[in-house]
């Protein structure tokens, strides 16, 4: 079957499933949302256990969904591992040790001997949901914005000594920080994940004092997520683009290339537009009718509108990893992929992912199936 698709054909497939992989893991950062607010709308000790196994029994799948977005990125695209990973790499360090944070808390917490308190890692699972989100909104900004490094196409094709890649900067990916465009997604992200945490709450928790806090502070979330989310689009929208030449290769820069992309590939627009609208409605539905119901809405708008940027970056004839140092040294989705035979075999191998999501859809039927509270939390033998 996949063996009659062409190399073109084989890498926009993959481009499409890192693009699904990535907003689901976004829609997933539910949980580092709620570690954020773990302080905020738990005022006791009681009312913060009940919100930290309710994040913890949905942790793991936020973790396996991130692994299984590096991996399936290292396979299909791995320049763009080399580059990033390879350069980038105080960024990526630093996700990772927050990510580590995170295991550790959940598997400490509550443990008998634990010399350090609850407090201790409720405190970690604070920076693994600050940190760890606005750093990865601003590493996915740079698919957008570019930055320093330079790619020796030639010794990709020949064994040699020299590094095919090297970065420009001496801060090795920290630089992205100073950029108020990348700043506004990795902050938008941020809100949006504590927006949908809140909205988890209110579907999956039963203790009355956490959940007449949470209308309240949905709306304090949802305002700044709705400024920082649109001042990111419009400027995108305004900028110049990364445009490939697919008859020479040649990158050159294009006024409005992303809103060209969105007026020009109109099922994505209307997955833009679709996913904006669920969000929006998720977050009026439970604000103003206290519905329990809002992450079903916000959740799948969110996935939606995570793949359409996806979308803009890679496909259209776009560098979704652009050079600032080096025109010519953009990553594409064409420049950057694995071989042809490569990319087969793992596109069978992409056909048991409806079978993970299956999984996953049960795994959270059968441990969402009871609103928790004090009572469920007292009577359960294995607590984070």
């Known amino acids: 079957m996949f063996e009659t698709l062409s190399h073109v ?70 320049l763009f591992y080399a580059t990033s990973f390879g350069g980038a790499y105080w960024v990526w360090i630093i996700i990772l040790f927050c990510f580590v944070l995170q295991a550790v808390s959940y598997e400490y917490r509550s443990k008998p001997n634990n010399v350090f308190g609850p407090g201790t890692f409720e405190n970690f699972l604070f920076i693994n949901g600050a940190l760890g989100t606005v750093l990865l909104g601003v590493a996915v900004a740079t698919f957008f914005t570019g930055s320093k490094f330079s790619v020796d196409f030639a010794h990709i094709a020949r064994a040699s000594d020299v590094a095919i890649t090297r970065w420009e900067s001496a801060s090795h990916g920290l630089e992205a920080l100073l950029s108020f465009h990348n700043l506004s997604l990795g902050l938008s992200l941020f809100f949006l994940a504590r927006v949908m945490a809140i909205l988890y709450f209110m579907n999956n928790v039963g203790e009355e004092s956490i959940l007449a806090r949470t209308r309240k502070h949905l709306l304090i979330n949802a305002i700044p997520f709705l400024v920082f989310f649109l001042f990111f689009v419009i400027r995108l929208f305004l900028i110049k683009g990364y445009a490939l030449d697919p008859s020479s290769g040649e990158i050159s820069l294009e006024p409005y290339k992303y809103f060209r992309n969105l007026i020009q590939m109109p099922v994505i627009a209307v997955l833009f537009v679709g996913g904006t609208g669920l969000v929006l409605f998720g977050i009026l539905k439970s604000w103003l009718k206290l519905s329990t119901k809002g992450i079903w809405f916000t959740g799948p708008g969110t996935v939606l509108v995570v ?78």
């Open 9 to 78: 054909a084989l890498q926009e497939y993959w481009w499409a499933i890192m693009s699904l992989l990535g907003s689901l893991l976004v829609f997933l950062l539910f949980v580092q949302g709620g570690q954020t607010l773990i302080y905020t709308l738990g005022k006791t000790e009681s009312e913060r256990s009940i919100l930290v196994n309710s994040l913890g029994r949905k942790w793991e799948f936020t973790f396996t969904t991130l692994v299984t977005f590096g991996g399936a990125f290292f396979a299909s695209f791995p």
């Open 307 to 384: 793949f359409s940027l996806f979308a803009l970056a890679g496909f259209h004839h776009t560098a979704y990893y652009p050079s600032t140092y080096d025109l010519q040294s953009s990553l594409t989705i064409y420049n950057s992929s694995s071989s042809r035979y490569t990319l087969t075999a793992m596109s069978y191998v992409s056909l048991l992912v409806p079978v993970v999501f299956a999984y996953i859809w049960y795994a959270w039927r059968a441990v969402n199936n009871k609103k928790i509270d004090a009572g469920e939390i007292n009577a359960e033998t294995h607590v984070y």
